[in-house]
């Protein structure tokens, strides 16, 4: 019988909702939906499904563009997506 050595497993992989580009976890921005609105979780620990988003104002656009929230974050209705714009905002 032989050992496998395989290395550390790797950081896993996420899908960008504005872009759709693929990247680990660590790159991207894990947003929440509460209440109508759409959070960053910033410490990744909220409760709720999680979508991920490259911290890039044009990732967010394209997010807007493609009406990607509801459909991430499995919400009907309208999302108030102005925590994630200031959040994008204080980053810069």
Known sequence: ??????PAPAEPIRTCIGCRGRAPQGDLARLVAEHGRVLVDEHRV????GAWLHPDESCRALADRRRAWGRAL???????VSAVQEWLAARV
Not at 1 to 6: A, G, L, W, Y
Not at 74 to 80: A, I, K, S
């Open 1 to 6: 019988m032989t050992r496998r050595s395989d």
């Open 46 to 49: 909220l409760p709720g499904r």
């Open 74 to 80: 499995r919400v009907d209705g309208p999302l108030d």
